[in-house]
């Protein structure tokens, strides 16, 4: 039998925020220059799995992702089952300074995907002297409605498998099958009510259009990376929104989609090494 | 559009019999002016029928114009035309009837659609 152990750990954290009590669960591998890389709406770290097994990534750089309360391995707070999970621009927010403070993550290149890469918009708004770059995957300053994810929720609908086959168009077709159908496994076991509350966020709460001006890259350069199959959040929404920001440097990614580090970690990384070096090489 | 093979294509896929299994209906596709319907029990697909019809007895529709459903249906669809979520973004495909049921059997439906593909490409 042969067996081969990851360089990746994964450890839970507790901390207070808004009030209440979080256990927080979080995944890291590599070292040196901190790398915080943020989920896509009703999924959770294994996005990451294969940054995290890359040595072109983790020699240099140490790869920290968590899972947002109600995602994968973070519990909801206590009284969960009374309340609708919904989330805000301002709690996100709140919640990826929090867990920065809560491991003592000091000054990180910021990495989100989709509704990840809608937040690190605000995080360059309002608190970019906290990070030393920022990455947006698929990310822009707004999406228009084109389904309602109330359905996902309906007691006549399997929300898992739904969601599932929500996004599963979202990716290239000629993705690995192996890495398409894990990103859709973790679609599978998200939470009831945890994906369409967080497109609350991406689809309604979460509109920077008109702010995304203010911008200032000179504080935290700002990469936009956007898969071309992705029709959510398509090439033309991130030029759109890195067309307004001075500065802003844009690369659009061939043959990938809305979740590139997860679809085709392969690939991705090959994309994304030329983006880290040069952060790297800013010093 | 040949429809020629398609049924077979369908019901001799492994993917759809499982992640399929349990999902039934009938869905009304008007590919421009051509009508079809396909009824859908447990994941096969039992009958595809071709119209014009009048009347036809149908869960929910997919309609488009020829040229949208030509671009989904080749074999290696552009970027952003490998999914019909894609093309109810820009309003080039329009989903009408029982929207619980099309959201119940979103999976099987993907799934199927994507046989339109002569390559078999995934949605």
Known sequence: MSAALEPVTGRYVRFNFEGRALRVYFEEAGQGIPLLCLHTAGSDTRQFRGLMNDARVTRHFRVVAFDLPWHGKSSPPEGWQTEQYRLTSATYTGLILAFMRAIGLEKPVVMGCSIGGRICLNLALAHAAQFRAIIGLQSAANTPRYYDPAWLTHPEVNGQVASAATVMGLMCPESPQAERWETLWHYMQGGPGVFSGDLYFYQVDGDFRGRVKDIDTQVAPYYFLTGEYDYSCSPEDTQETAASIRGAKVRIMRRLGHFPMSENPQAFVGELLPVLEEIASAG | ?123
């Open chain 2, 1 to 123: 559009m040949d429809w020629q093979g398609f049924a077979e294509r369908v019901n001799a896929d492994r993917l759809i019999a499982r992640q399929g299994a349990g999902a039934s209906f009938e869905l009304l596709l008007k590919w421009g002016d051509e009508e079809h319907l396909l009824c859908v029990r447990d994941g096969r697909l039992e009958e595809l029928r071709h119209g014009p019809f009048v009347m036809p007895r149908c869960d929910f529709a997919l309609s488009g114009g020829a040229d949208a459903w030509a671009r989904f249906a080749r074999a290696q669809p552009a970027p952003r035309d490998q999914d019909i979520f894609a093309f109810f973004r820009r309003g080039e495909i329009v989903l009408a009837g029982d929207t619980r049921k099309f959201y119940a059997q979103l999976m099987c439906l993907k799934l199927i659609l994507s046989k339109l593909r002569a390559a078999g490409a995934a949605s």
